[in-house]
């Protein structure tokens, strides 16, 4: 399914005004994520709206006729003993085809609701009745900044636009929010004058003669590799990209081939464009990256800030402690991150503490401290040493395991969480063993990143070659940071070349932390390029430890995969 589906309409029916139409908003709960791989629909919700006013809801329970998955009754709520004595979907799918008849239908994850509609008009040879459809998540990625949300998940955008029921994976609940996502995003389009159906279906494809004629713009740019940058009249960087030839990509943007709304709106603002050359593809990687973290251009979607990203701490005091935190210290702590948000910090912090028996207590210690035991003390799960009763080598031992889980290989770790989901297991508590999976599973990918990221950071020097069309593009690497770029010719001595590009390489001082040098992103590129076929070390070297965090997450990656095949789209 496209991302705005609709059916072809008359000369008559063009430009038909939003506050015209009457939309059908729909959501489904069903027992799987694919109608065709078995899966059935358990609940039917929607709302039908006109001018901004409900004139119609619809809701019912339906009877799969089969056993409705374990995890599906946690998501929603809906229980088989709920759907016994439901109707079934022959029963009640021509009752919300005729409901819905004549409107627009829209739905968030379009292709999900609309597939199993679909699907069950064909089982049941029910006429497809040709709705018009509208993804509201498809149409928030085209409108929205990333800066505005994090995601375009229903639930965050029905924080974002104040609607008045919170989404609960309850069918006509999660139908009345996307009413209001629907409004929200229609008033947000209203000032850039789209206000009819066929606007908003090709507000994407839209090429206005004012951005064609700013396509002198990118006439200057060479046909080279290289970074390009959208300046506003303040000289203000709208947007950063990278090509491989500059000139034909800024000139993109002011044809039809650019079909991103956001970047028709940047195309308006920008007032010049201007183009860096680099040697290879991974400098203008690199080059990028720099300047939207320098720059934080508003149209960069994937635009990354460093305050926002997540790590966990083990602290140096007299009684160390774990702590989630927002920067690395030039402290000697220990780190690991960064997380992809709080809420896998979260669950990687609790395996450490289900794990190991140091104290989960914030206030910092003394060496001899007098104070009341917590009741994790009382339970055996913390030494205690906030009472004075906790032994400090003893405890130095503990704090040691914590280490090396964190920096080493977490095997101790790992045994202990596999203990509690296999008894998790044995008692059919399946959920709550998947969500110890699931922490032991952010806990192993944190670790890894972060050794992965001290291989190449704790290197000084590294120079490193990979093939090139015209000889061999090389790079030099300090503490894992580019240095220096080029492309050594075919048939010319290496050596002497080599020798003159480290001479006017950026002379780069470590600082500390697992990326001393550079942002996390920029490292891990640079190891993604290191992983290239083909490549080879020209001076340097590096390695992955044996022992390590990786040994232990291919499976649960594995598992992971599976579960969320398992899950429908958010």
């Known amino acids: 399914m496209s991302e705005v589906e609709a059916v072809q309409g008359s000369f008559d029916e063009l430009g038909r005004s939003l506050s015209d139409l009457t939309f059908c908003v729909v959501d489904l709960e069903t027992t799987g994520g694919s109608a065709a791989k078995g899966s059935k629909i358990t609940e039917f919700g929607a709302v039908k709206v006109c001018g901004g006013e409900v004139v119609g809801e619809f809701q019912t329970l339906v009877n799969p006729d089969e056993i409705i998955p374990a995890f599906i009754t946690v998501l929603t709520g809906i229980t088989n003993q709920m759907v016994i004595h439901a109707p079934r979907i022959a029963e009640v799918l021509p009752s919300f085809l005729e409901f819905a008849r004549g409107s627009v239908l829209v739905a968030h994850n379009a292709p999900f609701d609309v597939g199993f509609l679909k699907f069950y008009s064909r089982e049941l040879g029910i006429p497809w009745p040709g709705f018009e459809v509208l993804d509201t998540a498809v149409l928030a990625r085209r409108t929205l900044m990333r800066d505005e949300v994090p995601n375009c998940k229903l639930s965050t955008l029905a924080i974002k636009f104040h609607a008045t029921t919170t989404p609960n994976h309850r069918a006509l609940s999660d139908a009345r929010a996307t009413v209001d996502v629907l409004h929200g995003l229609f008033e947000r389009l209203g000032p850039l004058g789209v206000t009819t159906l066929e606007e908003v279906s090709t507000y994407t494809s839209k090429v206005t003669a004012a951005q064609r004629k700013k396509r002198h713009l990118a006439e200057h740019l060479p046909d080279s590799p290289g970074v390009y940058l959208f300046r506003d009249a303040n000289d203000d960087v709208l947007y950063v990209g990278t090509s491989r030839n500059l000139r034909t990509r800024t000139r993109s943007y002011f044809t039809k081939a650019e079909t991103r709304t956001r970047m028709g709106e940047m195309v308006m603002l920008a007032q010049r464009i201007e183009g860096i050359v680099c040697a290879t593809a991974l400098e203008a990687q690199v080059r990028e990256l720099r300047l939207i973290a320098r720059h934080r251009p508003p149209y960069n979607r994937r635009s990354k800030f460093p305050e926002k990203l997540t790590w966990i701490k083990l602290t140096r005091e007299p009684w160390p402690r774990l702590s989630i935190v927002r920067a690395v210290l030039d402290d000697d702590a220990d780190y690991i991150g960064p997380f992809r948000g709080r809420l896998a910090a979260d669950g990687a912090l609790t395996a450490l503490h289900d794990s190991f028996r140091i104290r989960q207590c914030t206030p910092r210690l003394a060496a001899k401290s007098r104070k009341s035991p917590c009741a994790l003390a009382e339970m055996g799960h913390c030494l205690s040493p906030c009472d004075g009763s906790a032994d400090l080598d003893i405890y130095a031992q503990e704090v040691a395991r914590v280490q090396r889980a964190m920096t080493g290989d977490p095997e101790d770790l790992v045994a202990t969480i596999r203990s509690r989901m296999v008894e998790l297991a044995r008692h059919e508590r399946f959920e709550d063993a998947a969500i110890w999976r699931d922490r032991l599973t952010g806990f192993l990918r944190a670790t890894v990143r972060t050794q992965r990221l001290r291989e190449l ?5 590294l120079v490193a070659a990979a093939p090139h069309p015209e000889g061999w593009e090389v790079h030099v690497i300090r503490f894992g940071r580019l240095a220096a770029a080029g492309i050594l010719p075919r048939g010319m001595h290496p050596s002497g070349w080599v020798d003159a590009l480290i ?23 640079l190891l993604r390029w290191l992983a290239l076929p083909g490549l080879r070390m020209v001076r340097g070297t590096w390695h992955t430890p044996l022992q390590s965090g990786a040994r232990h997450l291919v499976p649960f990656e594995h598992a992971d995969a599976s579960w969320q095949g398992l899950q429908r789209p958010g």
């Open 457 to 461: 950071t704790e290197q000084a020097e």
């Open 503 to 525: 001479a006017t390489a950026e002379s780069v001082s470590p600082g500390f932390g697992p990326a001393p040098a550079a942002t996390v992103e920029e490292t891990e590129c």
